[in-house]
């Protein structure tokens, strides 16, 4: 997962990436005959973080940590193969930007459409 923001005041322009790669278990349910699959799954989370302010100067700083990802969802089986559902999905991944701690992760919520084998 990949998140940017920007934003310009006055002369100066900030910018934040933030990068996770989560790898855990999923449990996914099959409700009777229905298209319907809930599911949920956990694991570990790896973050990198950068924040960065150009002006008339530059300043910028980045770290990584590493913390622990939980998520549910739901999805519908359209197809044999074709999925379509949301997600909801938490990461706590604890980062140091300019000498100050602070949580990297944060909620994400998320409508997706795949493909399972």
């Known amino acids: 997962m990949v998140s940017e923001d920007e934003t310009k005041e006055k002369d100066v322009?900030?910018?934040a990436r933030?990068?996770?790669f989560?790898?855990?278990v999923?449990?996914?349910?099959?409700v009777s005959d229905s298209l319907l699959r809930p599911y949920t799954g956990?694991?570990?989370s790896l973050v990198w973080a950068e924040w960065e302010a150009t002006g008339l100067s530059s300043l910028s700083d980045n770290d990584k940590g590493s913390g622990i990802w939980l998520n549910g969802g739901v999805?519908?089986?359209l197809w044999p193969s074709i999925n379509i559902g949301f997600d909801l999905r938490y990461t706590n991944s604890d980062i140091t930007l300019f000498s100050t701690w602070d949580n990297a992760g944060g909620t994400h919520v998320g409508v997706f459409l795949?493909?399972?084998w």
């Open 13 to 15: 322009k900030y910018e």
């Open 18 to 20: 933030v990068a996770e």
């Open 42 to 44: 956990g694991g570990y």
């Open 75 to 77: 999805y519908w089986a």
């Open 26 to 30: 999923r449990k996914i349910w099959k």
């Open 114 to 116: 795949g493909y399972h």
């Open 22 to 24: 989560n790898a855990g």
